[in-house]
């Protein structure tokens, strides 16, 4: 079977020697697997560690291979995103430039395969759509991320942002909500980050997406496609509580309308869960995703082959949603001098 993994991330190692050149947090050093430890706060027992698997493009796309499908991939930032509006602005904005044209070089090097979508600095909107139109003018990205915070500010829903939503909205531009680990830390501590693991990026995900559902963002640019991950977070699951709570929001409609215009993966280490998130969003909303390397896909697609579902379905949860989703087209012709020059990067 022909398979696009729509939660997929790889991340260029130059962003994090960058990184590693700061003292202020937020920073990173070197760890004892050969990849990087990333401070994002002070005062917080959490810190997010890389291990080997995240930064060889190569090596994850044989990983995939071995599965035993043609499986391309569409990489977003994840956990990382929020580090963009965590730096002095021109500094953000730089950063996000290195990241975006390390994305433009891997789809380059591997057309049709590998997807990439943009890091955008949010502490200034009109840096963050300046970055935004160079990420998809000169860069051709097919997307962009959104953290689940500013920085440590959960508000995502500020009214400074509409216009980025609304740019987001007229390109129809995929936007890839992924928690970041920013908020919730202090009181989600201990247990060897089990507690925030387990628990805080459901909170953070979930908080942030019901921000944009209760500020009318949602409604104000109903075109914007929103990829909630991880199956939506706890929304689905609480979906009655919202519409029962919102009330005092004055939404023109249910909390619930809006959560069902949002778009989902498949990435939950329980079949029941998978299944929940198609029934709610549709078989039409929901992609096949293994938050790679967070996740073992061949755990993903086992979990999925417990669901009964039709090869039409299939069909469209493993490739053509993602095809018609995310907006990826096939790769236009590149030379043999530029591949050249590509792969000698």
Request: one cysteine or more; hydrophobic letters at 40%; glycine letters at 6%.
């Amino acid at each position: 079977m022909h398979i696009i993994d729509s939660h997929f991330h790889w991340w260029p190692r130059s962003v994090f020697e960058t990184l590693c050149k700061r003292r202020e947090i937020p920073r990173a050093y070197p760890n004892d697997q050969g990849c990087y430890t990333m401070i994002l706060q002070d005062g917080t027992d959490y810190i997010l560690d890389s291990w080997p698997a995240w930064f060889d493009l190569d090596e994850q796309l044989e990983h995939m291979d071995k599965l035993g499908h043609q499986i391309d991939v569409v990489g977003s930032i994840g956990p990382f995103s929020v580090y963009f509006s965590s730096l002095p602005k021109e500094e953000g904005r730089d950063l996000a430039i290195q990241w975006n044209e390390e994305m433009a070089w891997a789809q380059k090097r591997y057309p049709g395969r590998f997807w990439g979508s943009a890091a955008i600095p949010f502490q200034d909107t009109a840096m963050a759509l300046e970055v935004l139109e160079d990420a998809v003018g000169r860069l051709g990205l097919m997307g962009v991320n959104l953290p689940g915070s500013i920085g440590a500010d959960p508000r995502i829903d500020a009214e400074r942002m509409q216009p980025f939503y609304a740019r987001c909205a007229e390109l129809k531009l995929p936007v890839f909500m992924h928690p970041t680990d920013a908020v919730f830390n202090s009181m989600l501590d201990g247990y060897n980050g089990a507690l925030h693991l387990s628990l805080g990026r459901v909170i953070e995900v979930s908080v942030a997406a019901m921000r944009l559902v209760l500020s009318g963002t949602m409604e104000r640019h109903p075109d914007l496609k929103l990829i909630m991950s991880h199956t939506g977070g706890a929304l689905p699951y609480q979906s009655g509580r919202m519409d029962k709570n919102t009330g005092p929001a004055k939404l023109p409609k249910p909390a619930s309308y809006y959560l069902k215009n949002m778009y989902t993966d498949t990435v939950s280490p329980h079949s029941a869960g998978m299944k929940f998130a198609i029934d709610y969003y549709g078989i039409d909303r929901v992609m096949y995703g293994t938050d790679y390397p967070c996740w073992d896909p061949a755990t993903a697609l086992k979990l999925l082959a417990e669901i009964e579902l039709s090869d039409a379905d299939k069909q469209k949860l493993f490739y053509d949603n993602a095809r018609r989703i995310l907006n990826l087209k096939d790769p236009a012709p590149v030379k043999a001098a530029e591949r050249e020059l590509v792969a000698a990067k």
